[in-house]
């Protein structure tokens, strides 16, 4: 009998503690909390603590109300002037209105769906009326004042506020980057090749202007040469000749001297001549001033 009681007892505590569960919730201080009644809101709690609901038939909703990021992936955007840019944003948002909030998307994986095509929406539009020159000018601040402006407007219609919008970057597509790639680099070439040709030009002009001056040079030093070794030659014969008026038999003499060398420096010379020949007039006499 006592036992009876006993299960009795524990099944109605535990009948108490759940139903005490289910009444009561925590609103943590970075959050906010919309209590529904079979799916209507009918209270919004922003105030932090431990908070009493009617269990069962009510049940609580809880949204941050921190400043939140959103970073959708990046997205190709044409620019008035016809350009292609993949741009990179990123969005600071916070929940300001609960109930329209709930009303409007439920959830904050919804939102953030929701809130990344109104950013890509506002990107598009603003962007699609700029040039890529007004985009890397002093335009850019105005621009993304117009983009936040836009996204701001559209954003309050889902209960959030947006702090502020940015793009992070604004890149030419691969496909676009790969074929600016290809024609620098065949600019470069060229511009090598004609950097080259030029050197080439020159160099042979240098190497020519050399080659001339080198000649023009070898000709006059071989002319300068040539009057050195004629004045010398003058010299030498105006000495011989004084030489020869000083001692004509001497001279007579040094020249007989020097064709005997010259006609018998070779062994295998022969000369036919009669003996009293002029030739050997200096022979046999120790006399240079003979006849």
């Known amino acids: 009998m006592f036992d009876r009681y006993k299960y009795y007892f524990l099944a109605v505590l535990a009948v108490i503690v759940f139903v005490g569960l289910n009444s009561l919730y925590v609103v943590a201080q970075p959050e906010q909390a919309i209590v529904l009644q079979f799916g209507e809101p009918i209270r919004l709690v922003k105030e932090p603590g431990l908070k009493v609901k009617m269990p069962f038939i009510q049940n609580v909703v809880i949204y941050d109300t921190r400043l939140l990021n ?26 300001v209105d609960p109930l329209k909030f709930y009303q409007t998307v439920r959830t904050e994986e919804i939102a953030r769906g929701k809130l990344a095509e109104i950013v890509n929406s506002s990107v598009r539009k603003i962007l699609g009326r700029i040039t890529l020159q007004e985009l890397l000018s002093q335009q850019r601040t105005q621009i993304m004042a117009d983009i ?31 074929a600016i790639n290809a024609r620098m680099k065949t600019e470069r070439e060229r511009d ?87 030739f050997f007039k200096y022979f046999g006499t120790s006399d240079v001033r003979a006849r």
């Open 70 to 95: 959103l970073d959708p992936p990046a997205q190709e955007v044409v620019l008035n002037d016809k350009k292609r840019l993949d741009v990179d944003s990123f969005t600071r948002y916070k929940i």
């Open 148 to 178: 936040s402006s836009a996204v701001k407007k559209d954003a309050e219609q889902i209960g959030v506020s947006v702090a502020d919008v940015r793009i992070r970057r604004a890149d030419l597509p691969l496909q676009v980057l790969q």
């Open 192 to 278: 090598a090749k004609e950097f080259r040709a030029k050197g080439q030009q020159q160099a042979q002009q240098i190497r020519a202007k050399a080659e001339k001056e080198r000649t023009i040079i070898i000709a006059e030093a071989e002319k300068q040469a040539q009057i050195m070794q004629g004045q010398g030659d003058e010299q030498a014969i105006q000495i011989w000749n004084d030489a020869a008026n000083i001692d004509p038999s001497f001279y007579a003499f040094y020249r007989s001297l020097e064709a005997y060398k010259n006609s018998l420096a070779d062994g295998n010379a022969s000369l036919v001549l009669a003996p009293d020949s002029e």
